[in-house]
């Protein structure tokens, strides 16, 4: 007779999932037995926490959950920071953990945490499976909360008596369509009048207008209405960089180049702007342009972001029908675009510097020099996203995936590991700092066992390169951020994966091509300089203007 556990899978089947990522334990044997004679196929990984960020970027590159499994207590709380990532960039992701059984209690409270109540806050939803009879509904609430606006995670905890309970029924609930509700006509026709009205409209595309589905609307949006546009660092690629609007990304809060268009701009509108992101500019109380929000939900009203008018529903119909409202009737700002020529043009400055240990300028450039147009670039975090996200253009969406939410170090190779299983057929990079990549590294072998065609970068500086830049800004004597490194080449090589060293900077191109042709899992470890660079920098942002007003 069918258990628990076998209607949790065929619920999980019925969702369309096809994998899952994670590291069972005992609480876990019958959904484990049941996924053996299953359509899905266990990836075990070697950490809990990278099963989690694969499952996160499963959902942020499809828009449908991925899936990660985890034991009790200990496995369960490795699950936390995956959750949060999950949570604050709003990645749909279902977390499943075990329990011991809820009707006895033969080990006493032995690794017994409250998981349900410790995911409260790091989750959209988080509930304990309480018989088998309810496992239909609970699976398909939960995959409808994770997808639906905002996205994020949602944990069940399945109990081992509940998984093993025998059970008549196994229907499914079949899967309906959601349908989002539209902006009102009010709105739109408000939000036309403004823009409209301004001289030197602005666009900017934030994290939330950066979903798989909007692409084509996005980009006919900026097509029709040919306004310039800039984006956040998790907006990056929701329309073609490639584009002769494109102003730049917004890599820092203020003081950097592209905020010479938003002091320019007499009007943003801010395309689903989402406020876990850092900042992309920092609205005052007066003085500075307007701001229009367009997102599927209302703005969260910050101390740095609180706009003048609201457009609420589906982003993609809003800005279709604002499209259509403002096609033909604007006129281009001349000095806009002059300033665009400007802003890329200093991007630009020294990405073929000839300096050795490499400088990050040159790491980007020659990145986006052996990547194809649709190649994927996964960066972890550290001083190098800052780079990556001004200078590296992108021309295919979700093509340079980084967090700028919870901004945790350790996801860049799951997350890399991750778009190579969804595009075999693609380049995938994952750029890690020193520091980042050994928060994770163990999933090499993962990622070898898997037979990924993966190229990842060390960026090698043997210090946390960020905080150090900080402690520059701030005046601080650097302090307390070196570390020592193991040899790289030699490490990959334990795994089973392929190592490579650069020790001259005309020899990274060749090495990361080399790397791609040779296939597999390869590791190139590549020293970087960022002293030059914090200090140019710190300078550029002392001798711009301090703030950036906006109304």
Known sequence: MPKGSDLLVAALENEGVDRIFGVPGEENLDLLESLRTSGIELVLTRHEQAAAFMAATHGRLTGKPGVCLATLGPGALNFSTGAAYAHLGAMPMILITGQKPVMSAKQARFQIVDIVASMKPLTKMTRQIVSAAAIPSTVRDAFRVAMEERPGPVHLELPEDVAAEEIENT?????????????????????????????RPLVMVGAAGNRPALVAALSSFVRRTRLPFFNTQMGKGAVTGGSNLY??????????????????????????????????????????????????????????????????????????????????????????????????????????????????????????????????????????KIWFARNYRTHVANTLLLDNALATMGAGLPSAMMAAMLHPDRRVMAVCGDGGFMMNSQEMETAVRLGLNLVVIILNDSAYGMIRWKQAIDGFPDFGMSFGNPDFVRYAEAYGAKGSRVTAVEALVPTLEAAFAGGGVHLVDVPIDYSENTRVLVDELRNRTPDVECK
Do not use: W
């Open 171 to 199: 229907f499914v609930i079949p899967v309906h369509t959601a349908e989002r509700p539209v902006a009102s006509a009010l709105s739109l026709d408000s939000a036309a009048e403004i823009i409209l009205g301004a001289s």
């Open 247 to 384: 102003m730049g990304t917004a890599a820092l809060s203020e003081g950097d180049y592209v905020h010479e268009a938003v002091e320019r701009a007499d009007l943003i509108i801010a395309i689903g702007h989402d406020t876990v992101e850092k900042p992309p500019f920092l609205m005052k109380s007066a003085g500075g342009p307007r701001v229009i929000h367009v997102g599927y939900q209302s703005a969260t009203v910050e101390q740095v972001y609180h706009p003048d008018i609201e457009v609420i529903g589906d982003i993609g119909a809003a800005v279709e029908a604002l499209a259509g409202r403002l096609e033909g009737k604007l006129t281009p700002d001349e000095g806009m675009l002059d300033l665009r020529q400007r802003i890329l043009a200093r991007l630009n400055d020294r990405a073929e510097e000839g300096r050795f240990p490499v400088t990050p300028q040159r790491i980007v450039h020659d990145v986006r020099k052996v990547m194809p147009e649709d190649g994927v670039v996964c960066l972890d975090n550290g001083m190098y």
